[in-house]
């Protein structure tokens, strides 16, 4: 019995730490928007938004294994074990996001892809130091990144840009914003040190969460525009289900017993897996 909870325990902290729940977060939001623009999607393209996301998400982690002691020291001890192995891993993960392309034949988004990842390697060497000079640009730009799936997306079939996949990509981009921003709320004190303007140290936790709070109802907006003028199904109106989501992560964050890689690294992670989940419900319900 000891044996299997050991077991358990590694397998759901290698989910949680080691990247696979952002990774899968990050297949559930280009399969959401999927639905939205009617593309019938393929293993293929969600095995390379996994895949991608993983090379990059652990590239960061493992970077900045030493800094997240401090803040998320359950994570960093796990990651540890990792770091001497970190060029390999990376390196094995970027040539499997190459191979499935190459076999699918698909070129220009392999150029599109290992541009998106060779920006995030950039991010974390080089540009998150412009937050020092640039309030919320460490929180822009992930943000950025994240929404730049749902071009691979269009670019990977052929859809040309349109009111629709410019409502998702306000979508997508305020959604993630609103996660990113928060969770940064952890790293305070650890961003205080490097000097780094966040929105969580410009504002402060309070007023940054009334601020996310404002941002979480606008999000609603380019859904409901998009089901207003026929460009979205009538299951897309499910998507209103991660507003009451965020606001549910918001009030747990005041919650002084609150675990804090429950609430960051479980809660607010798992919300873009979730839009998967609402949006099917709404195709079974309609």
């Known amino acids: 019995m000891r044996k299997i909870k050991k077991i358990l325990k590694l397998i759901w902290e290698e989910f949680i730490y080691g990247g696979h729940l952002l990774s899968l977060g990050a297949v559930s939001v280009v399969f959401t928007s999927s639905i939205l623009l009617n593309i019938q999607i ?46 390999l891993i990376v390196f094995s993960l970027i040539l499997l996001f190459a191979g499935i392309l190459l076999y699918f034949n698909k ?25 020092k000079r ?57 961003d205080k040190k490097e000097k780094l303007l966040t929105f969580a140290i410009f504002f402060g936790k309070e007023k940054l969460i009334k601020i996310l709070s404002i941002i979480n109802l606008l999000a609603i907006l380019p859904i409901v525009v998009g089901f207003y003028f026929n460009l979205f199904p009538k299951s897309s109106l499910m998507l209103f289900f991660p507003t009451f989501y965020a606001f549910y992560y918001f009030k747990k964050s005041k ?32």
């Open 134 to 190: 640039i309030i919320g640009f460490k929180n822009f730009v992930p943000s950025l990144l994240f929404t730049l799936l749902v071009v691979l997306l269009s670019l990977y079939y052929s859809i040309h840009f349109s009111l629709s996949l410019c409502l998702i990509l306000i979508f997508v981009f305020l959604r993630e914003f609103i996660g990113i921003s928060f969770s940064d709320i952890k790293d305070i004190e650890n």
């Open 42 to 87: 393929t293993w293929d393209c969600l095995a390379v938004v996994y895949v991608g996301t993983l090379a990059g998400c652990l590239y960061g982690r493992l970077k900045d294994v030493d800094k997240d002691s401090l803040t998320n020291p359950e994570r960093s001890q796990y990651l540890k074990k990792y770091v001497r192995y970190k060029p």
């Open 255 to 286: 919650d002084k017993n609150v675990n804090p890689t429950f609430l960051y690294d479980v809660l607010v992670d798992s919300e873009d897996i979730l839009w998967s989940f609402f949006i099917l419900l709404g195709n079974f319900l309609v």
């Open 107 to 131: 070129i220009p988004i392999l150029l599109f892809g290992l541009l998106l990842i060779l920006l995030i390697f950039l991010y974390e060497e080089f540009f998150k130091k412009f937050t």
